[in-house]
């Protein structure tokens, strides 16, 4: 009668020729997770430093406003108050919207930083990581060949 063969000695040598490295699992999500924790912080403060624009804008443009509400003595006044309310609104504008530009300018330019430093160390982890699986599967390929 024909003896079956155990695939369960075969099977643990063939896993055990191409091991998992868990190290280099373990430090790409511990590098993810660092990215991902200074991406966070650069757009929080982005968005901190736009909400405090957004908020002086608002006083400064009420406080004007309460300006134009003042009742004048002539009618050629509200229009001059009109007027200036007017004039400011637009320069405070301008103002505020190359404040929101500064902003996103410099989020987007650490962003690029952010990413292109990761990207090296993704690149230059991976490459740590398949040269030790190459020189892993070469050992278990010259002991299973010894074998």
């Not at 896993?15 to 511990?30: H, N, Y």
């Not at 991902?36 to 002086?56: C, F, H, V, Y």
């Not at 990761?118 to 030790?132: C, F, I, P």
Request: glycine share 2%; aromatic share 4%.
């Amino acid at each position: 009668m024909a003896k079956t063969q155990d695939f369960t000695a075969i099977m643990k040598d063939m896993m055990g020729a191409f091991p998992v490295d868990t190290k280099a699992v373990e430090d790409a999500f511990k590098t993810q997770a660092a990215l991902n924790e200074k991406l966070t912080t650069a757009a929080l403060s982005a968005a901190e430093k736009s909400s405090e624009i957004s908020s002086k804008w608002t006083k400064d443009t009420l406080t004007k406003l309460s300006d134009v509400s003042k009742v004048k003595d002539e009618p050629a006044d509200y229009a001059k108050a009109l007027s200036d309310f007017a004039s400011a609104s637009a320069e405070t504008a301008a103002e505020n919207m190359a404040a929101f530009a500064e902003i996103a300018k410099k989020l987007q330019t650490e962003t690029v930083e952010l990413l292109m430093a990761a990207g090296k160390d993704m690149t230059e982890e991976a490459s740590a990581a398949v040269q030790k699986a190459a020189k892993d599967a070469t050992a278990a390929a010259k002991k299973a060949a010894a074998k």
